[in-house]
């Protein structure tokens, strides 16, 4: 929204003027022989992502071999695991072994990349050694615990935005300001901002420690009642339980039906399994005469077949002999 008296819009000024007196060869030199040294490290872990020995780069604790003496006193005072986003990364003036990862380009570096050692920080998400040494955040580093521990303490101190400008009063000032500032509540939102902002902090704090109070009396309270109810509730089953054995005790015959359905429930188990034995049999039987039914048939077939062939043979005519009704017409011929 436009306004006339307020400062200009960022995105309607120019760039400033005069960068050339902000300019520093030696820093720029330095970052970049920095920036080398990173390019062979980025490679050598790429290398290693294709390979799958890794998947994150800060699953890596790189060994950059420097034998270029300048290229290691730049070195000695930069943190290599922050510029190459690792776990861990170590400099050394020693020889290079000979799979050592190098570009032409970067004459002097020689980058080894080993896999990072110790428990990975719910924070910065590195793997650490130092991870669990801090007993208050134990699930993180102690340089991340440390950041914890002061954001922890900024939100505590925290206070108004125009009470920052202001020299800074301590809290049992505010505390004791509320008494006068409380019925003051006629003013205008301008005016008293900040104050009734700050007198709504002790009563926060007055009645968060009423509810602490009336919470912990009420739990001082429950377990006297707890263990009367407890008692009263034992007291009344042990009544109930003495009376259903007084009533037991006076009708003896209350068991009797119980005893007469087991013996009935028996009785039909057995009756069951006496009829399935019956019917098991009963299919036995029937499927043995089937068999010597089916024994006998075939007995019978095989009879009358070997009755017949033996019919067949008598009548089949044998040889040198003439048929019986040749001969009684060469008889006929002869009366005549």
């Known amino acids: 929204?436009?306004?006339?008296?307020?400062?200009?819009?960022?995105?309607?000024?120019?760039?400033?003027?005069?960068?050339?007196?902000?300019?520093?060869?030696?820093?720029?030199?330095?970052?970049?022989?920095?920036?080398?040294?990173?390019?062979?490290?980025t490679g050598a872990l790429e290398l290693e992502r294709a390979a799958k020995n890794i998947g994150s780069s800060l699953e890596a604790s790189p060994l950059?071999?420097?034998?270029?003496?300048?290229?290691?006193?730049?070195?000695?005072?930069?943190?290599?695991?922050?510029?190459?986003?690792?776990?861990?990364?170590?400099?050394?003036?020693?020889?290079?072994?000979?799979?050592?990862?190098?570009?032409?380009?970067?004459p002097g570096v020689a980058v080894v990349v080993e896999k990072a050692v110790g428990t990975k920080c719910a924070r910065s998400w590195k793997i650490l050694p130092t991870v669990g040494e801090d007993a208050e955040y134990p699930d993180v580093s102690p340089?991340?615990?440390?950041?914890?521990?002061?954001?922890?303490?900024?939100?505590?101190?925290e206070k108004p935005v125009e009470a920052v400008e202001a020299p800074a009063e301590p809290v049992g000032l505010i505390e004791t300001q509320h008494v006068e500032q409380a019925p003051v509540l006629k003013e205008t939102p301008e005016?008293?901002?900040?104050?009734?902002?700050?007198?709504?902090?002790?009563?926060?704090?007055?009645?968060a420690k009423k509810t602490l109070e009336s919470s912990e009396a009420e739990e001082a309270k429950r377990p006297?009642?707890?263990k009367k109810v407890a008692k009263v509730a034992a007291a009344k089953k042990a009544v109930e339980a003495e009376k259903a054995i007084e009533a037991e005790a006076g009708n003896p015959n209350t068991k009797k039906p119980k005893a007469k359905k087991a013996k009935a429930k028996k009785t039909k188990v057995k009756k069951a399994k006496k009829a399935v034995a019956k019917k098991a049999k009963a299919k036995k039987a029937v499927k043995s005469k089937k068999a010597s039914s089916a024994t006998k048939g075939a007995k019978k077939a095989a009879t009358k077949t070997a009755a017949k062939k033996a019919n067949k043979k008598k009548t089949t005519k044998k040889p040198g002999r003439k048929p019986p009704a040749t001969k009684s017409k060469k008889k006929k011929k002869k009366a005549r």
């Open 1 to 41: 929204m436009y306004r006339p008296n307020a400062e200009a819009s960022v995105h309607l000024t120019l760039f400033p003027e005069g960068f050339d007196q902000f300019r520093d060869d030696a820093l720029a030199a330095k970052w970049e022989t920095i920036r080398d040294v990173r390019r062979v490290v």
């Open 64 to 106: 950059v071999y420097v034998s270029d003496k300048n290229i290691f006193n730049t070195l000695f005072d930069v943190d290599l695991a922050e510029v190459c986003i690792t776990s861990n990364a170590m400099a050394t003036n020693d020889d290079a072994p000979s799979g050592a990862f190098t570009l032409a380009d970067v």
């Open 143 to 157: 340089r991340d615990a440390q950041a914890l521990r002061e954001w922890k303490a900024l939100a505590e101190g």
């Open 191 to 207: 005016q008293a901002g900040s104050e009734n902002v700050t007198a709504a902090q002790p009563d926060k704090k007055v009645r």
């Open 224 to 226: 006297v009642k707890a």
